[in-house]
């Protein structure tokens, strides 16, 4: 009914118009006047339900029920959250010793790894009031806004936290990069620099003696977007960096997160948190539902290993995919597979873990390897295996089909991008390489000199075995999938031997392994 009355006075308004123009009468100003009311009116009005939106999320304050207990495979997190806590939750001792409160912590680390977690567990563990909000929420087109929520925030955190009776509030700010960019990058748009002026004026105001102590803790993905200002002490004082978990903190999480579903008699945790290496807390998340849907879906009452195993392929991957390929580009997809495999045997015995020529995502085949055991640090011999099993798929279908297929075109992209990584780490042939300085002839002839010789390394590698190739290939064809054990046991009744002396022997390079690793800081996907 509203609808329809707005539309009749509109329709009545605009016929009055023309009449009066037809009569003689000049009424440009007064309808230029009219525009320019109702767009100021639109404007305060946008200004006003914004706010007020805002303010009402921002009231929702209240205390989690999530604990440090419940947050598995963060122990250096969790305890340097918790000694940064006790000024809130020991504020007299801590006076009385001439502590200053902290007023910010940062967050920051991988998706997925438990940062909003760690900081709804942060309110449990001081009881305070806990108010959450995003950096996004923050930025809008007109002016002042920002700041003018930047007040609201404090403002709200300091009320609930009264309104609860309790003495300290925690404020959550998710992606902190988009509030607290470095300014002068918005040359255009001046909002986002008010908006972190504001932010530092609150959390500069923040006092020893008031009645509701505050602590910021912020999370971002992206810890070198944020502007100086703000990341100096006095200001965010602790950087705390919430990692990917290591072996034993994936235990625990799968342990966390399979404590409320029943349980078959053959899961195995250790092997599950052996095989998930470089998964987030997100991720096994992830696994241990799907592995339930999977139970679910074929009518079991308790979950089973097998489950889990699929569970991990399809958060990897995908769902398997209806499409089913003809039966001579199934064989070679099986070939591709199976060169892969066995070239992994060979570089790293016991390694595969599972060989599947299903559909799935983008792709039609794929070899999920286990690490032995989480690895921060390469070696340049661990590196040049994994370009050598990465060129094994298109060497076994030169071997057996006599011609190479567009299949191969993303292995090649990741074994050219990790020779690239490893003359840029200093451990080809060229030693050091200085980006600035080095010439690209120099960088690609170092390049396509590793990608050679572990061509003619996986080459060498798979002549040799041609008889447990075709018969990795046959069972592919048949079952579509092998687990690791399966193709270790098809290899030892073949007579496999792992070959030794693959690794064509330069002198420059002999050197180079004896002395050279690589940091954690690149790991491979």
């Known amino acids: 009914m509203k609808q329809h009355a707005k539309e009749m006075l509109v329709g009545a308004g605009a016929g009055l118009l023309i009449y009066l123009t037809y009569l003689g009468y000049n009424l440009w100003p007064l309808v230029l006047l009219g525009i320019l009311l109702y767009f100021l009116f639109l404007n305060t009005g946008l200004r006003g ?53 902290l007023k910010g912590i940062l967050l ?8 909003t977690m760690l900081a709804k567990a942060a309110a449990t563990h001081t009881d305070s009031v806990f108010i959450s909000t995003s950096g996004s929420e923050f930025i809008e087109i007109y002016a002042g806004v920002g700041a003018q929520r930047v007040r609201d925030l404090f403002k709200n955190a300091r009320e609930g936290a009264r309104k609860a009776k309790k003495s300290s509030a925690i404020v959550f700010v998710d992606e902190i990069e988009i509030l607290g960019g470095q300014r002068g990058k918005h040359s255009g748009h001046l909002e986002y620099d008010q908006t972190l002026n504001q932010l530092l004026v609150e959390m500069d105001g923040m006092g020893v003696d008031d009645p509701v102590r505050v602590l910021l803790i912020g999370a971002s993905n992206r810890a070198d977007l944020l502007d100086s200002a703000l990341m100096r002490p006095g200001r965010f004082d602790r950087i705390v960096r919430v990692d990917l978990p290591d072996r034993e903190g994936r235990r625990r999480i799968l342990d966390l997160h399979l404590s409320n579903k029943p349980l078959g008699d053959d899961i195995d945790l250790d092997r599950l948190a052996q095989v998930t290496f470089g998964f987030s807390g997100a991720h096994l998340e992830s696994v241990t539902n799907e592995a339930a849907i999977l139970a679910l879906r074929e009518g079991f009452c308790s979950l089973r290993q097998a489950h889990l195993e699929e569970a991990i392929d399809k958060v990897i991957l995908g769902e398997k995919m209806d499409r089913k390929p003809a039966i001579e580009e199934m064989k070679r997809i099986a070939i591709h597979e199976a060169g892969h495999a066995l070239m992994a045997e060979i570089a790293r015995p016991g390694s595969v873990a599972i060989v599947q020529v299903v559909a799935r995502g983008g792709t039609l085949g794929h070899v999920r390897h286990t690490p032995p055991d989480d690895r921060y640090v390469y070696e340049r011999d661990w590196l040049e295996s994994d370009i050598a099993i990465l060129l094994a798929g298109a060497v076994a279908e030169e071997l057996v089909t006599g011609g190479r297929s567009s299949g191969s075109a993303n292995d090649f992209e990741q074994a050219v991008s990790m020779a690239r990584r490893i003359v840029f780490m200093g451990l080809s042939s060229i030693g050091v390489v200085d980006r600035q300085s080095t010439s690209p002839e120099r960088i690609n002839q170092a390049v396509n000199e590793l990608l050679k010789s572990q061509e003619l390394r996986a080459h060498r590698a798979l002549d040799r075995h041609q008889a447990p190739l075709t018969k990795t290939v046959a069972v592919l064809l048949e079952q579509e999938k092998m687990g690791g054990e399966q193709l270790r046991r098809l290899l030892a009744q073949e007579g496999f031997q792992r070959p030794e002396g693959m690794v064509p022997s330069r002198r420059t390079w002999r050197k180079s392994r004896r002395s050279r690793t690589i940091s954690s800081q690149w790991q491979r996907a």
């Open 49 to 101: 339900t914004h706010q007020r939106k805002y303010v009402t999320l921002l009231g929702a304050g209240a205390r989690t029920s999530v604990d440090f207990a419940d947050i598995g495979g963060q122990d250096t997190a969790k305890r340097e959250i918790s000694e940064a806590l006790e000024f809130l939750k020991q504020h007299d001792q801590a006076r009385e010793l001439g502590i200053r409160p």
């Open 108 to 115: 920051t680390g991988p998706p997925g790894t438990g940062k």
